[in-house]
């Protein structure tokens, strides 16, 4: 049992100061490369992920976040393309990672100027390596839905109306 010394010294705690924290930490996204404030164009970002690479060659997240830099920033998705595939290319990988990336790549293509069939090629990927998975599921229910998913992601067009006359009810003859 503890002691009365113990116990007033619970009561007397000197309070816990906390520091400041990043609010919506959970709203963020991981791959997100343009989240640095301090990076101020995609060229820096660029910079400071290939050093990155050049140090650990097998840093995952600095391939996914160079990759989506290349396509999203640079329209490059080529070069998008080649630091996934190397990723791919690395021995002992994760199936689910290997599926994540193939996704990855899949919404990547989507953005290209021929990206429906870029994207099912890559779906197609995923279904021949892991046949009989929820995986190759999941991918193939994908590779029907693409029509619908590049609909979604198509910039509403905007209609003008006409200009008519306001007080329509309101006039007397």
């Known amino acids: 049992m503890p002691g009365a010394e113990f116990i007033e010294a619970q009561r007397e705690r000197a309070p816990i100061v906390l520091g400041n924290y990043e609010k919506n930490l959970g709203l963020k996204s991981k791959a997100d490369p343009?989240?640095?404030p301090g990076l101020a164009t995609p060229a820096q970002q660029a910079s400071v992920l290939?050093?990155?690479?050049?140090?650990?060659?097998?840093?995952?997240?600095?391939?996914e976040q160079l990759a989506i830099l290349y396509a999203r920033q640079f329209?490059?998705?080529?070069?998008?393309?080649?630091?996934?595939?190397?990723?791919?290319?690395?021995?002992?990988?994760?199936?689910?990672a290997v599926v994540r990336w193939l996704n990855l790549l899949a919404d990547l293509q989507l953005?290209?100027?021929?990206?429906?069939?870029?994207?099912?090629?890559?779906l197609e990927r995923i279904v021949k390596r892991f046949a009989?998975?929820?995986?190759?599921?999941t991918a193939a229910a994908?590779?029907?839905r693409l029509g619908l998913e590049t609909k979604a992601r198509e910039i509403p067009k905007t209609i003008k109306l006409g200009v008519y006359e306001q007080n329509i009810g309101l006039k007397t003859d």
Do not use: C, F
């Open 34 to 36: 343009t989240r640095d």
């Open 50 to 63: 290939l050093n990155r690479i050049v140090k650990a060659p097998e840093d995952w997240e600095a391939r």
């Open 75 to 96: 329209r490059r998705y080529d070069m998008a393309k080649d630091q996934l595939e190397t990723l791919l290319g690395m021995s002992n990988q994760p199936d689910r």
């Open 111 to 122: 953005d290209a100027p021929d990206g429906i069939a870029q994207a099912r090629e890559t």
């Open 132 to 137: 009989g998975t929820p995986y190759a599921d």
């Open 142 to 144: 994908r590779a029907a």
